[in-house]
Protein backbone atom coordinates (compact mmCIF):
# COMPACT_ATOMS: atom_id res chain seq x y z
CA UNK A 1 0.00 0.00 0.00
CA UNK A 2 1.33 3.50 -1.04
CA UNK A 3 2.09 5.61 2.14
CA UNK A 4 0.60 9.37 2.33
CA UNK A 5 3.13 11.92 1.05
CA UNK A 6 4.12 14.83 0.84
CA UNK A 7 3.10 16.95 -2.31
CA UNK A 8 5.35 15.89 -5.30
CA UNK A 9 8.36 18.76 -5.49
CA UNK A 10 10.16 20.01 -8.73
CA UNK A 11 13.13 21.60 -6.21
CA UNK A 12 13.62 20.76 -3.03
CA UNK A 13 14.33 23.97 -1.69
CA UNK A 14 15.39 22.51 1.57
CA UNK A 15 18.29 21.02 0.04
CA UNK A 16 20.34 24.62 -0.42
CA UNK A 17 19.79 25.12 3.19
CA UNK A 18 21.03 21.78 4.57
CA UNK A 19 24.14 22.28 2.39
CA UNK A 20 24.67 25.36 3.82
CA UNK A 21 24.95 24.03 7.32
CA UNK A 22 26.39 20.92 5.95
CA UNK A 23 29.32 23.31 4.58
CA UNK A 24 29.43 24.95 7.88
CA UNK A 25 29.30 21.74 10.11
CA UNK A 26 32.55 20.51 8.09
CA UNK A 27 33.94 24.52 8.85
CA UNK A 28 33.28 24.41 12.37
CA UNK A 29 35.18 20.78 12.96
CA UNK A 30 38.01 21.76 11.09
CA UNK A 31 38.16 24.81 13.61
CA UNK A 32 39.22 22.33 15.75
CA UNK A 33 41.39 20.14 13.47
CA UNK A 34 43.63 23.05 12.80
CA UNK A 35 43.80 24.96 15.52
CA UNK A 36 44.91 21.80 17.86
CA UNK A 37 47.32 20.92 14.80
CA UNK A 38 46.64 17.60 14.54
CA UNK A 39 43.46 15.44 12.80
CA UNK A 40 42.73 13.69 16.33
CA UNK A 41 41.18 16.50 17.35
CA UNK A 42 37.59 17.42 16.42
CA UNK A 43 34.59 19.37 17.58
CA UNK A 44 32.84 15.87 19.35
CA UNK A 45 36.17 15.30 20.73
CA UNK A 46 36.75 17.64 22.48
CA UNK A 47 32.86 18.08 23.72
CA UNK A 48 32.57 14.24 24.70
CA UNK A 49 36.20 12.75 24.88
CA UNK A 50 36.17 9.94 22.56
CA UNK A 51 36.17 9.92 18.62
CA UNK A 52 33.93 6.65 18.95
CA UNK A 53 31.44 8.76 21.08
CA UNK A 54 29.60 10.61 18.08
CA UNK A 55 32.20 11.17 16.13
CA UNK A 56 33.17 13.95 14.45
CA UNK A 57 30.73 17.05 13.01
CA UNK A 58 32.34 18.07 10.03
CA UNK A 59 31.50 13.82 9.13
CA UNK A 60 27.98 14.49 8.80
CA UNK A 61 28.57 17.77 6.82
CA UNK A 62 30.80 15.40 3.93
CA UNK A 63 28.06 12.54 4.46
CA UNK A 64 25.27 15.09 3.32
CA UNK A 65 26.93 16.72 0.67
CA UNK A 66 27.01 13.05 -0.92
CA UNK A 67 23.31 12.04 0.03
CA UNK A 68 22.30 15.34 -1.50
CA UNK A 69 24.47 14.54 -4.72
CA UNK A 70 23.34 10.42 -4.82
CA UNK A 71 19.48 11.60 -4.77
CA UNK A 72 20.02 14.81 -7.04
CA UNK A 73 21.80 12.84 -9.76
CA UNK A 74 19.85 9.63 -9.89
CA UNK A 75 16.72 12.11 -10.11
CA UNK A 76 18.19 13.90 -13.36
CA UNK A 77 19.03 10.89 -15.11
CA UNK A 78 16.08 9.39 -14.33
CA UNK A 79 14.63 12.13 -16.01
CA UNK A 80 16.93 12.81 -18.87
CA UNK A 81 19.52 10.32 -19.53
CA UNK A 82 21.41 12.18 -21.53
CA UNK A 83 25.25 11.18 -21.56
CA UNK A 84 26.68 14.75 -22.77
CA UNK A 85 23.75 17.01 -20.08
CA UNK A 86 25.23 15.05 -16.94
CA UNK A 87 28.99 15.06 -18.09
CA UNK A 88 28.87 18.70 -18.70
CA UNK A 89 26.75 19.71 -15.58
CA UNK A 90 28.77 17.93 -13.58
CA UNK A 91 31.72 19.66 -15.04
CA UNK A 92 30.59 22.90 -14.98
CA UNK A 93 29.57 22.37 -11.56
CA UNK A 94 33.04 21.75 -9.99
CA UNK A 95 35.38 22.15 -11.68
CA UNK A 96 35.03 26.01 -12.84
CA UNK A 97 35.34 26.76 -8.77
CA UNK A 98 37.74 24.19 -7.79
CA UNK A 99 40.24 25.16 -10.92
CA UNK A 100 39.46 29.24 -9.17
CA UNK A 101 40.17 28.15 -5.65
CA UNK A 102 43.40 26.43 -6.50
CA UNK A 103 44.45 29.60 -8.24
CA UNK A 104 43.71 31.76 -5.87
CA UNK A 105 45.59 29.15 -3.07
CA UNK A 106 48.68 29.28 -5.29
CA UNK A 107 48.79 32.81 -6.55
CA UNK A 108 47.35 34.76 -3.51
CA UNK A 109 47.19 32.82 0.06
CA UNK A 110 50.30 31.64 -1.25
CA UNK A 111 52.64 34.28 -1.65
CA UNK A 112 50.35 36.47 1.73
CA UNK A 113 51.59 33.01 4.08
CA UNK A 114 54.80 31.25 2.38
CA UNK A 115 58.16 31.53 4.97
CA UNK A 116 60.39 31.56 1.74
CA UNK A 117 60.91 35.24 -0.12
CA UNK A 118 58.80 35.60 -3.02
CA UNK A 119 61.18 35.37 -5.34
CA UNK A 120 61.76 31.79 -4.34
CA UNK A 121 58.54 30.88 -4.06
CA UNK A 122 57.45 32.24 -7.15
CA UNK A 123 60.56 30.82 -9.15
CA UNK A 124 59.35 27.32 -7.36
CA UNK A 125 58.28 24.47 -9.82
CA UNK A 126 55.67 23.48 -7.30
CA UNK A 127 53.72 26.94 -7.04
CA UNK A 128 53.20 26.88 -11.12
CA UNK A 129 52.14 23.42 -10.95
CA UNK A 130 50.12 23.68 -7.81
CA UNK A 131 46.74 24.48 -9.75
CA UNK A 132 47.24 22.07 -12.65
CA UNK A 133 48.19 18.93 -10.54
CA UNK A 134 45.20 20.02 -8.07
CA UNK A 135 42.67 19.84 -10.73
CA UNK A 136 43.98 17.37 -12.67
CA UNK A 137 43.41 14.95 -9.67
CA UNK A 138 40.92 16.62 -7.98
CA UNK A 139 43.29 16.24 -4.64
CA UNK A 140 45.87 18.82 -2.57
CA UNK A 141 49.41 19.55 -2.88
CA UNK A 142 51.89 21.71 -1.28
CA UNK A 143 53.24 24.92 -1.97
CA UNK A 144 56.38 26.27 -1.04
CA UNK A 145 56.71 27.38 2.51
CA UNK A 146 52.54 27.51 2.98
CA UNK A 147 51.71 26.90 6.50
CA UNK A 148 54.66 25.62 7.23
CA UNK A 149 54.07 26.10 11.23
CA UNK A 150 55.59 22.70 13.21
CA UNK A 151 52.80 20.02 13.42
CA UNK A 152 50.77 17.02 11.68
CA UNK A 153 49.15 19.57 9.52
CA UNK A 154 52.08 21.33 8.55
CA UNK A 155 51.73 22.56 4.41
CA UNK A 156 48.51 20.84 4.11
CA UNK A 157 46.84 23.91 1.93
CA UNK A 158 43.23 22.50 1.70
CA UNK A 159 42.52 19.56 3.91
CA UNK A 160 39.28 19.64 2.43
CA UNK A 161 39.88 18.25 -0.64
CA UNK A 162 40.31 14.45 -0.35
CA UNK A 163 36.63 14.60 -0.75
CA UNK A 164 36.31 16.40 -4.10
CA UNK A 165 37.91 13.03 -5.81
CA UNK A 166 35.53 10.79 -4.31
CA UNK A 167 32.70 13.35 -5.08
CA UNK A 168 33.94 13.38 -8.82
CA UNK A 169 34.66 9.38 -8.99
CA UNK A 170 31.08 9.01 -8.23
CA UNK A 171 29.70 10.68 -10.91
CA UNK A 172 31.45 8.86 -13.03
CA UNK A 173 30.40 5.65 -11.33
CA UNK A 174 26.71 6.72 -11.52
CA UNK A 175 26.77 7.38 -14.81
CA UNK A 176 29.05 4.25 -15.56
CA UNK A 177 25.86 2.11 -13.65
CA UNK A 178 23.31 4.14 -15.67
CA UNK A 179 25.24 3.13 -19.00
CA UNK A 180 25.66 -0.66 -18.52
CA UNK A 181 21.79 -0.62 -17.22
CA UNK A 182 20.73 0.97 -20.22
CA UNK A 183 18.87 3.24 -18.58
CA UNK A 184 16.58 1.21 -16.15
CA UNK A 185 16.15 2.97 -13.38
CA UNK A 186 15.69 0.37 -10.99
CA UNK A 187 18.66 -2.01 -12.24
CA UNK A 188 20.68 1.06 -12.01
CA UNK A 189 19.79 1.73 -8.17
CA UNK A 190 20.06 -1.94 -7.88
CA UNK A 191 23.66 -2.06 -9.13
CA UNK A 192 24.75 1.15 -6.63
CA UNK A 193 23.35 -0.44 -3.51
CA UNK A 194 24.94 -3.89 -4.61
CA UNK A 195 28.61 -2.10 -4.62
CA UNK A 196 28.00 -0.15 -1.42
CA UNK A 197 26.82 -2.79 0.46
CA UNK A 198 29.58 -5.02 -0.91
CA UNK A 199 32.09 -2.00 0.36
CA UNK A 200 30.08 -2.53 3.56
CA UNK A 201 30.70 -6.45 4.41
CA UNK A 202 33.44 -7.12 1.70
CA UNK A 203 36.97 -6.36 1.86
CA UNK A 204 37.64 -7.44 -1.57
CA UNK A 205 34.81 -5.23 -2.64
CA UNK A 206 36.20 -2.53 -0.63
CA UNK A 207 39.55 -3.14 -2.41
CA UNK A 208 38.04 -2.68 -5.71
CA UNK A 209 36.75 0.33 -5.67
CA UNK A 210 39.03 1.98 -3.09
CA UNK A 211 38.49 5.62 -5.14
CA UNK A 212 34.99 5.65 -3.87
CA UNK A 213 34.64 2.74 -1.14
CA UNK A 214 34.22 5.29 1.91
CA UNK A 215 31.67 7.48 0.64
CA UNK A 216 29.44 5.42 -1.68
CA UNK A 217 27.11 4.41 0.96
CA UNK A 218 26.28 7.87 1.55
CA UNK A 219 26.45 8.68 -2.26
CA UNK A 220 24.30 5.07 -2.27
CA UNK A 221 21.87 6.32 0.25
CA UNK A 222 20.74 8.89 -1.86
CA UNK A 223 20.49 7.16 -5.19
CA UNK A 224 18.13 4.56 -3.13
CA UNK A 225 15.89 7.64 -1.94
CA UNK A 226 15.41 9.07 -5.32
CA UNK A 227 14.36 5.30 -6.11
CA UNK A 228 11.94 6.01 -2.98
CA UNK A 229 10.77 9.12 -3.14
CA UNK A 230 9.75 8.69 -6.84
CA UNK A 231 7.37 6.25 -5.61
CA UNK A 232 6.05 6.87 -2.57
CA UNK A 233 7.25 10.56 -1.52
CA UNK A 234 7.91 11.10 1.92
CA UNK A 235 6.50 10.44 5.28
CA UNK A 236 6.75 12.05 8.66
CA UNK A 237 6.43 8.73 10.50
CA UNK A 238 8.68 6.94 8.68
CA UNK A 239 10.76 10.16 9.13
CA UNK A 240 10.64 10.44 12.95
CA UNK A 241 11.05 6.48 13.16
CA UNK A 242 14.25 7.10 11.13
CA UNK A 243 15.42 10.01 13.53
CA UNK A 244 15.07 7.45 16.40
CA UNK A 245 16.65 4.77 15.17
CA UNK A 246 19.58 7.21 14.29
CA UNK A 247 20.24 7.88 17.55
CA UNK A 248 19.82 4.31 18.81
CA UNK A 249 22.24 3.56 16.08
CA UNK A 250 25.06 5.97 17.99
CA UNK A 251 24.49 4.09 21.21
CA UNK A 252 25.38 0.97 19.52
CA UNK A 253 28.59 2.02 17.64
CA UNK A 254 26.69 2.06 14.04
CA UNK A 255 26.01 5.81 13.43
CA UNK A 256 28.06 5.71 10.29
CA UNK A 257 26.07 2.62 8.98
CA UNK A 258 23.31 3.62 10.27
CA UNK A 259 23.18 7.41 8.76
CA UNK A 260 23.30 5.85 5.08
CA UNK A 261 20.07 5.16 5.38
CA UNK A 262 18.07 6.95 7.73
CA UNK A 263 20.38 9.68 7.28
CA UNK A 264 19.26 10.01 3.92
CA UNK A 265 15.86 9.52 4.78
CA UNK A 266 15.57 12.65 7.26
CA UNK A 267 18.00 14.58 4.59
CA UNK A 268 15.30 13.72 1.37
CA UNK A 269 12.66 14.56 4.43
CA UNK A 270 14.23 17.68 5.39
CA UNK A 271 14.51 18.99 1.64
CA UNK A 272 11.19 19.27 0.79
CA UNK A 273 10.20 21.49 2.96
CA UNK A 274 11.82 25.56 2.78
CA UNK A 275 14.30 26.34 5.59
CA UNK A 276 15.76 29.69 6.76
CA UNK A 277 19.18 28.55 4.97
CA UNK A 278 17.57 28.28 1.78
CA UNK A 279 16.05 30.93 2.38
CA UNK A 280 19.23 32.94 2.54
CA UNK A 281 20.28 31.09 -0.44
CA UNK A 282 17.68 32.64 -2.27
CA UNK A 283 18.92 36.12 -1.57
CA UNK A 284 22.44 35.36 -1.26
CA UNK A 285 23.04 32.48 -3.52
CA UNK A 286 23.96 29.02 -2.54
CA UNK A 287 27.42 29.64 -1.05
CA UNK A 288 27.74 26.08 0.19
CA UNK A 289 30.59 24.78 -2.61
CA UNK A 290 32.69 28.16 -1.86
CA UNK A 291 32.35 27.47 1.96
CA UNK A 292 33.90 23.70 1.56
CA UNK A 293 36.41 24.83 -0.75
CA UNK A 294 38.11 28.27 1.09
CA UNK A 295 37.26 27.27 5.12
CA UNK A 296 39.87 24.85 5.47
CA UNK A 297 42.99 27.57 4.05
CA UNK A 298 41.51 30.17 5.32
CA UNK A 299 41.61 28.52 8.62
CA UNK A 300 44.66 28.08 8.00
CA UNK A 301 45.58 31.32 7.42
CA UNK A 302 43.87 32.81 10.40
CA UNK A 303 46.03 30.53 12.26
CA UNK A 304 49.44 32.04 11.11
CA UNK A 305 48.67 34.98 11.64
CA UNK A 306 46.61 35.62 14.78
CA UNK A 307 48.11 32.27 16.50
CA UNK A 308 44.72 31.99 17.46
CA UNK A 309 44.47 28.30 18.81
CA UNK A 310 40.87 28.27 20.55
CA UNK A 311 38.69 26.15 18.14
CA UNK A 312 35.22 28.23 18.63
CA UNK A 313 37.57 31.52 18.31
CA UNK A 314 39.36 30.46 15.30
CA UNK A 315 36.13 29.17 13.72
CA UNK A 316 34.58 32.63 14.30
CA UNK A 317 37.36 34.83 12.96
CA UNK A 318 37.66 32.63 9.70
CA UNK A 319 33.85 32.07 8.70
CA UNK A 320 33.10 35.99 8.12
CA UNK A 321 36.47 36.03 5.80
CA UNK A 322 35.51 32.29 4.09
CA UNK A 323 31.93 33.61 3.17
CA UNK A 324 32.73 36.46 1.94
CA UNK A 325 34.98 34.07 -0.63
CA UNK A 326 32.03 31.63 -0.93
CA UNK A 327 29.96 34.72 -2.03
CA UNK A 328 32.05 35.60 -4.80
CA UNK A 329 32.90 32.35 -6.00
CA UNK A 330 29.03 31.90 -6.43
CA UNK A 331 28.67 35.21 -8.24
CA UNK A 332 31.67 35.35 -10.14
CA UNK A 333 32.50 31.64 -11.20
CA UNK A 334 29.61 29.19 -10.45
CA UNK A 335 26.38 30.65 -11.66
CA UNK A 336 28.22 32.05 -14.75
CA UNK A 337 29.79 28.74 -15.67
CA UNK A 338 26.28 26.95 -15.14
CA UNK A 339 24.75 29.52 -17.28
CA UNK A 340 26.87 28.24 -19.95
CA UNK A 341 25.97 24.29 -19.42
CA UNK A 342 23.33 23.89 -22.46
CA UNK A 343 25.77 25.94 -24.66
CA UNK A 344 28.93 23.69 -24.14
CA UNK A 345 26.37 20.57 -24.66
CA UNK A 346 25.16 21.91 -27.75
CA UNK A 347 29.21 22.81 -28.79
CA UNK A 348 30.20 19.27 -27.88
CA UNK A 349 27.09 17.61 -29.84
CA UNK A 350 28.05 20.01 -32.85
CA UNK A 351 31.61 19.21 -32.51
CA UNK A 352 31.10 15.11 -33.00
CA UNK A 353 28.84 15.55 -35.48
CA UNK A 354 31.68 17.30 -37.22
CA UNK A 355 33.61 14.96 -36.60
CA UNK A 356 32.36 11.84 -37.35
CA UNK A 357 29.06 12.80 -39.20
CA UNK A 358 27.42 9.85 -41.08
CA UNK A 359 29.02 7.65 -38.30
CA UNK A 360 27.30 8.90 -35.36
CA UNK A 361 25.81 5.62 -34.60
CA UNK A 362 28.99 3.78 -33.98
CA UNK A 363 31.30 6.62 -33.17
CA UNK A 364 28.56 7.35 -30.31
CA UNK A 365 28.55 3.45 -29.52
CA UNK A 366 32.58 3.44 -29.42
CA UNK A 367 32.67 6.47 -27.12
CA UNK A 368 30.29 4.94 -24.90
CA UNK A 369 32.34 1.63 -24.88
CA UNK A 370 35.29 3.72 -24.52
CA UNK A 371 33.86 5.51 -21.17
CA UNK A 372 32.69 1.97 -19.42
CA UNK A 373 36.22 0.41 -20.03
CA UNK A 374 38.04 3.61 -18.94
CA UNK A 375 35.74 4.25 -16.51
CA UNK A 376 35.55 0.75 -15.06
CA UNK A 377 39.74 1.22 -14.55
CA UNK A 378 39.27 4.59 -13.09
CA UNK A 379 37.45 3.18 -10.09
CA UNK A 380 38.59 -0.02 -9.51
CA UNK A 381 42.26 0.92 -9.55
CA UNK A 382 41.65 3.68 -6.44
CA UNK A 383 43.55 6.04 -7.35
CA UNK A 384 44.47 8.22 -10.69
CA UNK A 385 47.25 5.85 -11.87
CA UNK A 386 49.68 5.75 -15.23
CA UNK A 387 46.54 5.19 -17.95
CA UNK A 388 43.99 6.86 -17.16
CA UNK A 389 45.22 9.47 -14.72
CA UNK A 390 41.92 12.06 -14.69
CA UNK A 391 38.82 12.41 -15.80
CA UNK A 392 40.05 14.74 -18.38
CA UNK A 393 41.74 11.47 -19.60
CA UNK A 394 38.91 9.11 -19.87
CA UNK A 395 37.53 11.56 -22.13
CA UNK A 396 40.49 10.72 -24.41
CA UNK A 397 39.93 7.44 -23.82
CA UNK A 398 36.75 7.73 -25.27
CA UNK A 399 37.21 9.82 -28.51
CA UNK A 400 39.78 6.91 -29.09
CA UNK A 401 37.14 4.73 -28.85
CA UNK A 402 34.67 6.71 -31.19
CA UNK A 403 37.34 7.03 -33.76
CA UNK A 404 38.14 2.93 -33.82
CA UNK A 405 34.65 2.53 -33.75
CA UNK A 406 34.49 4.80 -37.23
CA UNK A 407 37.08 2.91 -38.66
CA UNK A 408 35.33 -0.31 -38.57
CA UNK A 409 32.24 1.52 -38.66
CA UNK A 410 30.25 -0.52 -42.18
CA UNK A 411 28.43 2.19 -44.99
CA UNK A 412 25.44 0.46 -43.79
CA UNK A 413 25.33 2.03 -40.33
CA UNK A 414 25.76 5.23 -41.30
CA UNK A 415 23.10 8.07 -39.30
CA UNK A 416 22.89 11.75 -38.64
CA UNK A 417 21.28 11.37 -35.69
CA UNK A 418 22.61 13.48 -32.72
CA UNK A 419 24.66 12.51 -30.02
CA UNK A 420 23.02 12.09 -26.51
Excluded at 54 to 73: E, H, R
Excluded at 80 to 103: D, E, G, W
Excluded at 227 to 253: E, K, Q
Excluded at 329 to 357: D, T
Aim: hydrophobic letters at 50%; one cysteine or more; glycine letters at 10%.
Amino acid sequence: MKITTTAKVDHFAGFDGIRLVAAIFVILSHAFVVAGGSNEQGFFIEMVGGRKALGVLGDYGVNTFFIISGFLLARSLSFNASFVTYSVNRALRIIPAFAACALVSAFVIGPICTSVSLREYFSSSETWAFSGYAVNGFTDWSLPGVFAYDGELSKQVNGSLWSLRYEALSYVFLLLVWTVSRRSTTLATGLVIAVAVGTLVSPLVTASFLGIAYTLPYFAGGVLMQWVHSRYGTSTILATASAVLLVLAGTFHVREKAFALLGAYLVVFLGERRNPGSALAEKIGDCSYGLYLYGWPVEQLTRQFTGITQPLLLFAVALPITWVLAFLSCHIVERPAMQHRRAVANWIRWLFAKLFKGNLIPATTGAKWGFVVGATYLLTKGQWWLVIQSIGELVVVMLLGAFLATLVNHPRWASRQPLR
